[in-house]
């Protein structure tokens, strides 16, 4: 099963949003409602930010928000901040009970 | 507070077996499903397996063959076994906790496996 198709970088000066893709097939993010989101700062592990495509952990600002709409699924950062400079995946259920994670997005706070 | 800490060695050998040790505190392992995740260094994440409490495994298709999942409920831990490795296994593996069958919520920091001979 393929990756999921992320734009490799984003970038947004502070106060802006910044919009990320994700992008499957009908197999994975199109077929289900299982897309989460991980914020990932350099030398550390992932972060949960987003998931089941809309839904925020406890403690996850709500600047943070996720959408989807056919085989494409969405992390908007809204009022971006510096703190939110980071790397971004996507991840969906493949079917089959597998899973599977976008390339990632480096988000740039200009 | 859930802490997930990743254990084993840092250097394998190509074409022999990769172990990890995931040791879990601030909750039972007896709940949920807990995962393994990888990442080669400066590139993405890959997902390798998952295991429920009731021991059955799922496994990433592109891995299966050389994957191997188990837990201890006495010591709060599962592990991992990955064989046949060669240099493209090198990455910073991960252990998650999988709350609610979809999504990774408590993460361990990582170890760094490097596969040289």
């Known amino acids: 099963q393929s990756a999921l198709t992320q734009p490799p970088s984003a970038s947004g000066s502070p106060g802006q949003s910044v919009t990320i893709s994700c992008t499957g097939t009908?197999?994975?993010?199109?077929?289900?409602?299982?897309v989460s989101w991980y914020q990932q700062y350099p030398g550390k592990a992932p972060k949960l930010i987003i998931y089941?495509?809309?839904e925020r952990p406890s403690g996850v600002p709500d600047r943070f928000s996720g959408s989807k709409s056919g085989n494409t699924a969405s992390l908007t950062v809204s009022g971006l901040q510096a703190e939110d400079e980071a790397d971004y995946y996507c991840?969906?259920?493949?079917?089959?009970?597998?899973?599977?994670f976008g390339g990632g997005t480096k988000v740039t706070v200009l | 507070q859930v802490q997930l800490q990743e254990s084993g060695p840092g250097l394998v050998k190509p074409s022999e077996t990769l172990s990890l040790t995931c040791t879990v505190s601030?909750?039972?392992?007896?709940?949920?499903?807990w995962s393994w995740i990888r990442q080669p260094v400066g590139k993405g994440l890959e997902w390798i397996g998952r295991?429920?409490?009731?021991?059955?495994?799922n496994y990433n298709p592109s891995l299966k063959s050389r994957v191997t999942m188990s837990l201890d409920t006495s010591k709060n831990q599962f592990s991992l076994q990955l064989s046949s490795v060669t240099a493209a296994d090198t990455a910073v593996y991960y252990c998650?906790?999988?709350?609610?069958?979809?999504?990774?919520?408590?993460w361990g920091q990582g170890t760094l496996v490097t596969v040289s001979s």
């Open positions: 009908r197999s994975d993010v199109g077929g289900y409602n299982y």
């Open positions: 295991i429920h409490t009731s021991g059955t495994t």
């Open positions: 601030g909750d039972s392992i007896s709940t949920f499903y």
């Open positions: 998650a906790r999988v709350p609610n069958w979809d999504y990774f919520d408590y």
């Open positions: 089941e495509v809309s």
């Open positions: 991840c969906s259920y493949g079917g089959s009970n597998n899973w599977v």
